[in-house]
């Protein structure tokens, strides 16, 4: 099982991007998904999640900028981002609960990580 990142890059205070991170192999199913991100000398932050329902929850600092969804077909997860703040750099990492095929539970699957910097 395999999650990979896209979508991060260098915008300008006030825009906006989209992540994407899709989960590729042997998957039977997949339960939460999440993003967190870490930005140089801080510890690594849960940003968004979203339940295999569709519940989310956010992190305080990003509510109402930030919004989490996800597409099960594709077995993507994607944040969509508004209103950026220089604060918000970081490099993103996706994370989800997969349940592989084989495996008698789910496991703990992360990203690469894709680095996101907001700067004019």
């Known amino acids: 099982v395999q999650l990979q990142a896209s979508g991060g890059g260098l915008v300008q205070p006030g825009g906006s991007l989209r992540l994407s991170c899709a989960a590729s192999g042997r998957i039977s199913s997949i339960s939460a998904m999440r993003w967190y991100r870490q930005a140089p000398g801080k510890q690594r932050e849960l940003v968004a999640a979203?339940?295999?329902?569709?519940?989310?929850n956010y992190a305080d600092s990003v509510k109402g900028r930030f919004t989490v969804s996800r597409d099960n077909a594709k077995k993507t997860v994607y944040l969509q981002t508004y209103s950026l703040k220089p604060e918000d750099s970081a490099v993103y990492y996706c994370?989800?609960?997969?349940?592989?095929?084989?495996?008698?539970?789910?496991?703990?699957?992360w990203g690469q990580g894709t680095q996101v910097t907001v700067s004019s």
């Open positions: 994370n989800a609960d997969v349940l592989a095929v084989g495996y008698a539970g789910y496991r703990d699957y």
């Open positions: 979203i339940s295999s329902d569709g519940s989310t």
